[in-house]
């Protein structure tokens, strides 16, 4: 379970760029919450993201995972418990290393980097196997030279590979060719539905958020204006989600990036 209280965000405080990205937000997020989250380009989406995970610290407010306030605890400290993928498949992985090595390293998440047993080659055999990309025959290629699909089809796995608390997904497939991106977001909805994570995703494709998870999320101006659980979102067409949108932020959409996917 984790309880965000009252966050607010504010970037360049005190200057003519002075931005409230984040404002007043609580969430709960209870254990296995598929949760996807929508919301206009700039409604602070990824800044609750990277407060969550530590990436930002925020000025006011709390986050506390499984009973411990974790509010000033580092990214790097949080990230035992915290995966996070981003939109850009580049960012999640190191380039000049093999398959193995980064898997590896996420297998025992940090530290440094010793010899890899034949037993834990196998497991990562056996779960590359299973995306069905032929990235187990990869194992010492190194990932700089994957594609983009299969790179962030290997940061999945590098997320999930110890039960995380938390996944934290930021569009991380709208960098992908339209085939790609299926295919990984295929296999989130696999890793999220066997391991029974705990996961927010946040898209920008109304129809996907409609269709995945227990819950859906909508955010405008750094706060939450719209929290439905899936029976009310299983009713739900995509023009009915814009006409919510509009009745509680008073805003159209139709100009909005949002619509486009
Ligand atoms: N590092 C930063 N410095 C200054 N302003 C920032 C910073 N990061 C985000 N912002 C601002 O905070 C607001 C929220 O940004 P955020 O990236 O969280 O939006 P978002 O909902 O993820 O949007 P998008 O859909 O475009 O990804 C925006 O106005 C953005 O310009
Ligand atoms: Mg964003």
């Known amino acids: 379970m984790i309880q965000v209280r009252h966050l607010t965000k504010i970037f360049n405080e005190g ?13 709960d997020i209870r254990d296995g919450d598929f949760i996807c989250m929508i919301g206009a380009n700039g409604s602070g989406k990824s800044t609750l993201l990277k407060c969550l995970s ?3 610290i925020c000025e006011e407010g709390s986050i506390v995972m499984d009973g411990k306030d974790i509010t000033l605890d580092s990214q790097h400290k949080r990230a035992h418990e915290i995966g996070h993928l981003f939109q850009d498949p580049m960012a999640g992985s190191a380039p000049h290393m093999s398959v193995e090595e980064n898997l590896a390293l996420a297998a025992k998440n940090g ?7 034949e037993k834990d080659r196998k497991q990562f055999k056996e779960k590359l196997s299973a995306l069905d990309m032929g990235l187990e025959d990869k194992l010492s290629v190194p990932v700089g030279s994957l594609s983009g699909g299969m790179r962030q089809a290997l940061t999945l796995v590098m997320n ?6 938390l996944l934290l997904l930021d569009e991380h497939t709208a960098a992908l060719d339209p085939q790609s991106a299926a295919k990984v ?17 946040v898209t920008h494709n109304m129809q996907t958020a409609l269709d995945l998870g227990n819950r859906l999320i909508m955010m405008h101006e750094g706060k939450i204006v719209l929290d439905l659980n899936k029976e009310e979102k299983e009713k739900l067409t995509v023009e009915d989600l814009i006409a919510m949108f509009r009745s509680s932020t008073k805003k159209d959409l139709q100009n909005d990036r949002m619509l486009l996917l």
Do not use: H, N, Q, Y
């Open 15 to 27: 200057s003519i760029d002075e931005k409230k990205a984040l404002d007043d937000l609580s969430l």
């Open 54 to 56: 530590g990436a930002l």
């Open 111 to 117: 530290g440094w980097l010793s010899f890899i047993k």
């Open 160 to 165: 999930t590979i110890r039960k995380p608390k």
């Open 185 to 201: 977001l295929e296999l989130t909805e696999k890793a999220v539905s066997d391991k029974k994570l705990t996961c927010l995703m």
